[in-house]
Each structure stands twice: as structure tokens, then as C-alpha cells.
């Protein structure tokens, strides 16, 4: 035997040869059950994730969904929208559904009349347009119920609508529609999940966070795929053969997909995960492994040994781990329905409260609203009194027939006390807005009379129509001079200024030159008041307030620069021809608030 080839027989022997060899099979075999192994743990982690993920997802669509559906039915029972239909006055509409809108957080509201016209919207770009053939607007009007549908607007996008007939005495007066903001909810699955698509009844996508999916079937969508190249193409042959079956392909890249049932009108929501995160925790344990074995051919089984100890702690902290990570999830789906079963509760208590408010603002405003016509009263009695005793009986009768003025009044004050209870029905009309002014002055005039307070008026010669009622716009008028004179009861030299003036509104405004008002911003909140207790309920304000903006005005106040406070009614001018005064079918005459 040459001495070559013995001598590298003893620096190779054969059991190297084939320790090497079985180390590099072993290695082989170790990498490919590894990898089928983590593949299929991690890949069954996920899908129990994105299991979850869509559970949460369904829940707050459901949400949302039932939150929109009863705004219709509120809103189709608003007296102010069946009034604007009844009417044809829509010049307030769109502004309360902004106000809705703001309140209930939803895409849209619109009002529709009987032809299906949008008279009134949140998008005030939709008003005057024709609507009459959507299905929001047929299914509504024929069912008289809240219905729901899915069509598309002028967009291209999906719109979720409920709707609802606005019904009185009977008659369809118009639809409400409510948009529900799903696309909301689009937007925020789209930053965390991969891909996610909501399937209707007949299987049309009509929510997706990939655009190109709306309106095709899931087995079209998954067939929309852009062309890759050639290195595209490469790259995805050596990623996908590690992974399992892919259930999908998006966007060029292999997914699992999870489908769910959406308990609502037969829709299904379908998400998609990639295979990126399973493909890095499992390429790390391979690296891992592979390194493991390249020691393993310098250092024998020994090294061999300590890894599998490494790998098996390892497996049992990430054991550990998932099953903390289950725990933590089952701990806080149990506190989100705690959290439900409380909310709930707490909206029940709060319903009950506001009732119980609106009954202490309703006696309230009876005892403020008859103080001023029976402090007149009184007044005038002690005025008819000293006539009477000085033989002047004509004068005195004069202050009888003030008396029987202010009887009719506080009758016309008992009947808009039905107000408190319901908005419905307002009774307007062409009012002078310099008589009401007139009128309230003369109501003043006992307490102006035996003071030194110094009032000034500037009323103008034409006359200045309004659309209101005239009793609660003198009821208002009252209220401001009488908080002025009470503002300046302590002042030096008290004085009053009361002007009227119209320009493309018509202005009324109070100036005194009190100390001013302390807090603006609560100043026209219910109860609150900065006088001494039994002088004032703190109602006057808020109530006069709520007056103006029926008849579609605004009341507010300021301080003046030297000192003093400012109250102004603004109220649009009357138009002859736009509104008529509503009266109430019931008793044959025109209520203030029936």
C-alpha cells in the first residue's frame, strides 16, 4: 500500500467519513421537520390570531351596524323635519342634520320628500337631486319601516343607508337616510390587517380593504393579480416552497385566508394573513439549527447534545408564552363584556335622569312664565284701587282692561306650556317686530315707571316683519329688559338702550351698562343664575334661547369694552309666500307649541 494513500486513510478515517456523513443527513433531515413543524405551529398561532382579530372586527361592524339602524326611526319622529315636510321650509334642515351628523357620528343623512328630492343633507352638494329611483327611498316608502340597503354613490363607493318613511296622520311625508361609516371601519382594518373583505348574502365583496375587490366575487377578486416579473416570479417559488399550502395568493404573495360569519343578513367576512411573520420565527429557529449543526462538525455530538437542550428550552418558553399570551386575550374579552353590561346600565340611568330634568324645567317654566303677567297684575290692581278711590273710574277702567289683556295672556302662556313636553306643531306668522317690542315695553312700563332707570329706544318707522309667534317673542323681549333692569340696579346712573334694526336679519338688542356677565359660556345653560336664591330660577335665558331658535334665530350676548352687557335677538326677515302659520287640527287654533 503506497504511504500516500495510508497516511490520508489514518487523517480520514472511514467513521469520520461517515460521522460527517450522518451529521450532514441528520442536519438535513432535522432542518426539513423543523421547518414542516414551526410551519404548521406558527401557522395555526396565526390563524387562531386572525380568528380573534375577525371576532373584533365583527363585533364592532354589528356595532355600528345596530347604532345607525335606530337613527332613522329618532329622526323620522322629529317634529321640526315632519314640520319642515309639512311646510315645505327646509331653510333649517340641512344645518339639524349637520348638528345630527355631529352628534351621532355617521357617513350621511339626508331627507327626502315625497317625489324622492333631497331637500335636505348633511353634503348640501346633494340638494335638489332626485333620488326617487334608489332603493333606499322605494323600500322605505313601501315597507314604512326602517329598511336597510347597499348601493353605490356618485363615488363609485358602497353606501351602508338605513331609511325610513317619515310618516303623519297617516300620510308618507318624505325618507329619512342614515349612512352608516363603515368606511371607517375599512380604513382602520387596512392598518392592521393584511387583507380583509366583507361578503353580502349572494357573495359580492362590498367591503374590502382592497379596492380593486369591490363588487366582484371572492373567487373573481382572488383572480385579480398583477402580472410579476420574472425575478418576482423567482423569488416567490423559492418563498412558497417552505410554507404550507397557500389557501390564496394577494398581491402576488401567498395567504392563509379565515372565514367568518357576520350574524347579519347572511354577509361572511373573509381575512388574509401572509406567511412573512411564520417565515421569519421559523427561519430564525433554522438559522439557529444550522448553526448548531456547523458546530456540531467541529465539536461531535457534544455540541450536538447542548443544542437540543437550547432547543428544548426554547420550545417550552415559547410554550409558556403562548399560553400567557391566551390568558391575557381570555382576560380581556371578558373585560370588554363587563365594560358592555356597564355602559348599558349607565345609558339607562342617564335616559332616566333626563326625564326627571325635563320635568323640573317644565314647572320651573310655569312658575317663570306666569311671574311676569301677575307682577303686572298686581300693579295695575293698586293703580285701579287709587283711581277708583279718587273718582276717576274711566282711567280706572282703562287699567281693568289692562288686566283683562293680561288674563288672555297668561291663557295664551298655559297653552304653549305643552311645549315642555313635545316640539311638534309650532304655530308662526307674520309678526311686526316693532309691536312686539311696543308691547313688551308696555308690560315693563309699571317697573320702569317707579324707577330712575333711564331707557332709550331706537325703533325704525318701516316695518319689520318676522316669522314667529308674537306672545314668546314678547315673552323673550320681557325676559332681556327685565335682566337688565336687574343688572343695573346698582349702578349710578342706570340705563337701557333698546334698539331695532333689519338688514338681511332683523336685530334686537338690549345694552345696559351693568357690571356685565361673569361666565359666557354658561350663560344660557339651564339653572344657572347670578342672582340670590329665590330672586331667579335660572331659567329665563335658557328658555328664551330655546324660543329663538325655533322661530330659526340665535340669541346671544357680549360685554362691552367700558362695562356693560349686550343681548341680541337675530331673527330672519319674513318673506311673504315662503311659510304659512300652522295651527293645530285638534282645537281650531294656533298654538305656540301644541
Known amino acids: 500500500m503506497p504511504q500516500g494513500e495510508a497516511g490520508s486513510r489514518l487523517r480520514n478515517p472511514w467513521w469520520l467519513r461517515a460521522a460527517i456523513a450522518l451529521i450532514l443527513i441528520t442536519a438535513a433531515a432535522v432542518i426539513w421537520v423543523t421547518n414542516a413543524w414551526l410551519t404548521e405551529r406558527f401557522s395555526e398561532t396565526t390563524r387562531v390570531r386572525q380568528e380573534l382579530r375577525s371576532a373584533l372586527y365583527i363585533g364592532n361592524l354589528r356595532s355600528e351596524l345596530q347604532r345607525t339602524a335606530v337613527v332613522p326611526l329618532l329622526l323620522a319622529r322629529d317634529p321640526a323635519l315632519i314640520g319642515s315636510l309639512n311646510g315645505n321650509d327646509y331653510s333649517t334642515t340641512s344645518a339639524r342634520l349637520i348638528a345630527a351628523q355631529k352628534d351621532i357620528n355617521v357617513a350621511s343623512i339626508r331627507l ?12 348640501r352638494l346633494m340638494i335638489g337631486s332626485n333620488e326617487v329611483m334608489r332603493p333606499y327611498f322605494v323600500e322605505a316608502m313601501r315597507s314604512r319601516d326602517t329598511v336597510f ?30 349612512a352608516a361609516d363603515l368606511l371607517r371601519l375599512e380604513r382602520s382594518w387596512a392598518s392592521i390587517s393584511d387583507a380583509v373583505a366583507v361578503l353580502d348574502s349572494s357573495g359580492t365583496i362590498i367591503l374590502t380593504t382592497e379596492s380593486r375587490w369591490r363588487g366582484l366575487t371572492l373567487p373573481e377578486a382572488l383572480q385579480v393579480r398583477s402580472a410579476p416579473s420574472a425575478i418576482e416570479r423567482a ?6 416552497w417552505t410554507n404550507m399550502p397557500p389557501d390564496a395568493y394577494v398581491g402576488g404573495r401567498a395567504v392563509m385566508q379565515t372565514e367568518s ?52 428550552a426554547a420550545v417550552m418558553r415559547e410554550s409558556a408564552d403562548l399560553r400567557a399570551l391566551n390568558s391575557r386575550l381570555k382576560a380581556e374579552i371578558s373585560e370588554r ?107 315693563m312700563e309699571p317697573q320702569l315707571r317707579g324707577s330712575t332707570i333711564r331707557v332709550s329706544n331706537n325703533i325704525p318707522r318701516e ?22 333692569v336687574d343688572a343695573v340696579k346698582s349702578q ?93 287640527p285638534t282645537d281650531g287654533t294656533n298654538l305656540a307649541a301644541e
Open 337 to 443: 363584556v363587563r365594560v358592555q353590561r356597564e355602559l348599558r346600565v349607565a345609558e339607562q340611568t342617564m335616559q332616566q335622569s333626563s326625564k326627571l330634568a325635563a320635568l323640573g324645567e317644565m314647572s320651573a317654566g310655569v312658575s317663570h312664565e306666569l311671574n311676569q303677567p301677575l307682577a303686572a297684575m298686581k300693579t295695575y290692581l293698586a293703580g285701579a284701587r287709587l283711581l277708583l278711590q279718587r273718582g276717576r273710574s274711566e282711567e280706572a277702567m282703562s287699567s281693568f282692561q289692562r288686566i283683562d289683556d293680561l288674563v288672555d295672556r297668561m291663557g295664551a302662556i298655559t297653552r304653549q306650556l305643552k311645549s315642555y313636553a313635545r316640539k311638534g306643531g309650532e304655530a308662526v306668522e307674520p309678526v311686526d317686530l316693532r309691536a312686539s317690542v311696543s308691547a313688551a315695553l308696555t308690560m
Open 492 to 584: 349710578r346712573d342706570p340705563m337701557i338702550d333698546l334698539t331695532v334694526s333689519a338688514g338681511s336679519r332683523a336685530h334686537v338688542s338690549v345694552r345696559d351698562n351693568g357690571p356685565g356677565v361673569a361666565d359666557l359660556e354658561k350663560l344660557f345653560e339651564p339653572f344657572w343664575t347670578t342672582k340670590k336664591p329665590g330672586e331667579g330660577t335660572g331659567l329665563g335665558l335658557a328658555i328664551s334661547s330655546g324660543i329663538v331658535s325655533d322661530f330659526g334665530g340665535r340669541l346671544t350676548a357680549h360685554n362691552e369694552a367700558g362695562g356693560g352687557a349686550v343681548f341680541e335677538v337675530e331673527l330672519p326677515l319674513f318673506e311673504p309666500g315662503t311659510r304659512q302659520s300652522k295651527s293645530d
Open 463 to 484: 316695518k319689520i316683519m318676522v316669522l314667529a309667534d308674537r306672545v314668546r317673542l314678547e315673552q323673550v323681549i320681557i325676559n332681556l329688559l327685565r335682566n337688565a
Open 149 to 178: 340597503s347597499v348601493s353605490q354613490n356618485a363615488a363609485g363607493a358602497n353606501e351602508f343607508v338605513y331609511s325610513r318613511a317619515v310618516v303623519a296622520d297617516g300620510k308618507a311625508l318624505g325618507v329619512i337616510a342614515v
Open 235 to 240: 423569488y416567490q417559488v423559492t418563498a412558497d
Open 112 to 123: 327626502l320628500d315625497a317625489s324622492g328630492r333631497v331637500v335636505g343633507a348633511t353634503d
Open 261 to 312: 360569519r357576520v350574524p347579519f343578513r347572511g354577509w361572511r367576512m373573509v381575512s388574509f394573513a401572509t406567511y412573512d411573520s411564520i417565515r421569519e420565527r421559523v427561519n430564525a429557529v433554522l438559522a439557529t439549527e444550522i448553526m448548531g449543526f456547523a458546530i456540531l462538525l467541529a465539536a461531535t455530538f457534544y455540541i450536538l447534545s447542548r443544542r437540543e437542550r437550547f432547543k428544548s
